[in-house]
């Protein structure tokens, strides 16, 4: 009776001591989500975070600052009351530039079509370059080979040459500058992912779901796609960069978005005319800017890759 007492005695007390440890749990011993880990290692990247909080600013403003701060920027027609090549003043903050639009409202005015095209045309450039570069990566033997050889084909051909073949020949509308820079600027991205499939295709886990029957779309949906998720955002917000980086080489050129629409690659080739008779105020702004927006986005790449990094995370 003494023992059975003694049993149940000690029995309460581990069944309290076990609800105790239930309740005091260590905080440095539960379990982060990987969201939260992924937020940490990104928010560690202060230039990072500095670059995300700069770009929503800008995009922000490309399409506040028309309305906070009207101005004609589609009628030339209206410019001609204005001093042209005017230096900044109350009324005109940074100036106007050679055709007597105000230049603090032309920055955000084409940083809407020069943002709002870049973002699109990358998207495209990420979805079909990682399709084409898993699908590839993955099934391997002779579709790989006739797929990498068309690949090989297409980075045979100047980039920036084929831009200006293509848009010479066709028009030079918003919507066909998206498509042409977007499924055109996959090429490269293939090359990275297929690496990735590859590499994956071989792991104990793709070869185990293999053997189970798992068909090959299901193994690149969930085994692929998720490990190979860090270089696909890295990728992306490159591919951003770039896309804006050529929309702006086309506007220098003078095959950018036609008029009255502008971008940033057209301000800047009207800028250079006019940098020698001193009119700073029509490049060295936008320059700082479109600079500025560039540097952003790779280090947010840069950042989004450490944060999507699997040997980063906790286990």
Same mark, same amino acid.
């Given at each position: ?19 105790? #440890?239930?309740?005091?749990? #260590? ?214 960069? #770039? ?62 890759? #450490? ?9």
């Amino acid at each position: 009776m003494i023992g059975n007492e003694l049993g149940t005695e000690n029995l309460a007390t581990v069944l309290v001591d076990h609800n105790l #440890d239930k309740d005091f749990i #260590d905080p440095r011993d539960a379990i982060v989500p990987l969201w939260k880990q992924r937020t940490r290692i990104f928010a560690h990247n202060k230039l990072a975070v500095a670059s995300v909080i700069f770009i929503l600013l800008i995009t922000a403003a490309c399409y506040l600052v028309p309305w906070l701060h009207p101005t004609n920027q589609t009628n030339q027609a209206l410019t001609f009351g204005t001093k042209w090549n005017a230096k900044p003043s109350l009324a005109h903050p940074l100036g106007t530039d050679s055709t007597g639009f105000d230049e603090l409202g032309r920055i955000f005015y084409g940083g809407e079509y020069s943002l709002t095209l870049g973002f699109l045309a990358g998207f495209i450039t990420i979805v079909v370059g990682t399709l084409y570069g898993m699908i590839s990566g993955f099934v391997a033997g002779l579709t790989d080979t006739i797929m990498m050889r068309i690949l090989d084909a297409f980075l045979s051909i100047p980039y920036l040459f084929l831009l200006i073949t293509l848009i010479t020949i066709f028009n030079r509308s918003t919507l066909f500058l998206i498509m042409v820079i977007g499924f055109t600027g996959w090429w490269g991205n293939a090359r990275i992912i297929r690496g990735d499939a590859l590499l994956i295709r071989n792991l104990e886990y793709s070869q185990a779901a293999t053997a189970m029957g798992a068909s090959k779309w299901h193994i690149i949906r969930r085994h692929v796609f998720p490990n190979s998720i860090s270089n696909i955002v890295t990728v992306a917000t490159f591919s951003v960069a #770039d896309a804006i980086l050529f929309l702006s080489a086309l506007g220098f050129l003078g095959l950018g978005i036609q008029a009255p629409q502008t971008d940033w690659g057209t301000m800047l080739q009207a800028g250079t005319t006019q940098i020698q008779n001193g009119f700073w105020w029509e490049i060295y702004p936008l320059a700082a800017v479109f600079i500025l927006v560039v540097v952003a986005i790779n280090y947010i790449g840069d950042a989004l890759r #450490d944060a999507f990094e699997v040997r980063l995370l906790e286990r």
